[in-house]
């Protein structure tokens, strides 16, 4: 490795840990409370395993919830069933993230054969299969009452079990009141988002990263090269499940509840719009999409009835109008802005050298 | 064996529901490469027109007013909104049409409340007729069968009118079609028109049977996919054959072993895509689009 892009890293996880560490501050003086800004960080992390599939090999899934919802359902039952009385969070979470990860090879293996339409629906047939049984499995999952009330998981630290829903000191903010609601959830939330870009940006800028790419631009090619593109979409499926899986059983122990919605279409709906009004392609696309659309629901939805109606609108219009989304806008004028000027520059100098 | 007919005739009912909705997509898929999540959106419009206008002017009225204003809409929509995305791939289509199908369902409920409503079956019709043993309400019969005259007059259209010719010759090669002098932009927006119109009618004409929310295009959207795919993305054949096998399929399974009666379908949905994925009557060249 080189020292530029060992530097480059460096920076990359300073501003990373910069930002995740200014958010709720500058969250709560928009009046996002804290406990939302923790549900963004939290569905963010499915939101960039939605990423990778549809930014990086161009298929669609309509059907997401499935390990989303999945995951929430396997923490809950996990700690129902088997551990109801040292409920462990880590056992929850890699327990639920690796039934995920099962689920996403088991569907991947069929769908990654199929390319458009017939992906998408695959994955909708699959994720509808998941909510109907999840439904009328009723001894396991309350069907539509969803999983409420199970134990509250700690997360065990050396010596310590920690309650993530202890509640941090209040911080004086002046003008903005105190942050006051904010728990220990948010540190712990961030850290697994701050490893999941960290990985998410290696792994982008690994050979797997361009032969993804490769492959979504040129199938035929990269096949005759020697890469067996089934087997890289099913990677990417499955790790883009696995994540997805993370995140919805982090929301389900969050929240301390899992309702049957988690599956369904609405919610693979949901990631869908995260992503595209964030940025597909851009690593933080994801993240800036949940956090700008999980934020407006938050403050309209307080005044108007109609918000999935802007939320609608919003939608189509970044479809029309900005196809690469508000991150991928942003630093495509950014970086051509910064073109231009170095252009400028080397003309200048040119002129002033004659 | 009296709950079995009813079950077996129930599915031929909800079937032709899904035949009616699943045509349009079909054949709007087949001639435009479209693929419109919005199409659900055209049968909820359908449906509150129809139940606004019913109001006032009675049922007759207002199965007249829902095709009408629906495809008026799908006209501006093609002409307005989904031109451009004609040529684009089939992620992008998905993607606009489910904003559009987001747009008019929050829309109507904006419009006319979260809450489910129903017309009454009209006096007249309120009837049931007897077939041997079991007894069935009266318009649902009516129902069925005025869809079935619909489909007769859409197979009429597609396969004896030129513009008919031109779908169907655009269905195998579009370029061609061009080269030769058809014009298959203006055929094209009258099928997409066509479609949403379908859906439309068949919104209002069912309003008495089903229910009406502002999520039930998408409620009724979802399961018509299943009726395409089965069938097979693009065939007029395919849209019936499929629709009449999922409606019997959900509506008998709900009577013997109900939770099962929506995991079916998906199952159904799932092998037919990995088996056969141009569906059981569709043509193979269509599907690597």
Known sequence: MTGATRGSDVRFALLTSIVLAVFPFAFHAIDGYAGLATQILIVSIASIGFNLLLGYTGLLSYGHAMFYGGGGY????????????????????IGATLAATILALLVGALAVRLYGIYFALLTLAFAQMVFFIVEQAKDWTSGDDGLQSFPNALLPLGPYNVDLGTALPSVPLGPFGNLADIKLWYIFAALVLFCVLLLMRALTRSQFGEVLTAIRENEERSSLVGFNAAAYRLAAFAISGALTGLSGSLRALYDGTVAVESLGIDRSGSFVIYTI???????????????????????????????????????????????????????????????SRALLVQTVRADSGK | MVALSQALLNGVVLGLIYVAIAVGLTIVFGTLRLVNFAHGAFYAIGAYVGLVVAQTWGLGAGFIAAPIAVAIFAILLDRFLLRPFYAKDATSQILVTFGIALIVEETLKLIFGATTQQYPVPAALATSFSL????????????????????????????????????????????????????????????????????????????????????????????????????????????????????????????????AANVIIYLCMALVLLLRPQGLLGESEVIRQ
């Open chain 1, 277 to 339: 009004v964030g940025g597909v392609q851009a690593l933080f696309g994801p993240v800036v999409g949940s956090a700008v659309i999980m934020y407006l629901e938050s403050v309209l939805s307080a005044h108007i009835s109609y918000w999935r109606l802007v939320e609608g609108v919003i939608f189509v219009a970044v479809i029309i109008f900005l196809p690469a989304g508000i991150v991928g806008t942003l630093s495509e004028r950014f970086s051509g802005r910064a073109k």
């Open chain 1, 74 to 93: 396997v923490a809950a039952i996990l700690l129902i069933r088997l551990m109801p009385d040292h409920p462990n969070l880590w056992l929850a979470v």
């Open chain 2, 132 to 259: 041997g043993a079991i007894t069935y309400p009266a318009y649902r019969l009516l129902f069925a069968l005025g869809v079935i005259v619909m489909l007769v007059l859409v197979w009429f259209f597609i396969e004896r009118t030129d513009y008919g010719l031109i779908v169907r010759a655009g269905v195998r090669d579009r370029t061609m079609v061009q080269l030769l002098g058809g014009n298959i932009r203006q055929a094209s927006t009258i099928v997409f028109a066509l479609g949403a119109a379908i859906a439309g009618l068949v919104g209002a004409a069912a309003s008495p049977i089903y229910s009406i929310a502002p999520g039930t295009g998408f409620a009724f959207l979802v399961p018509s996919f299943v009726v395409v795919v089965v069938g097979g993305l693009g065939s007029f054949w395919g849209a019936v054959l499929g629709g009449l096998l999922i409606g019997e399929l959900q509506s008998v399974t709900t009577l013997v072993f109900p939770p």
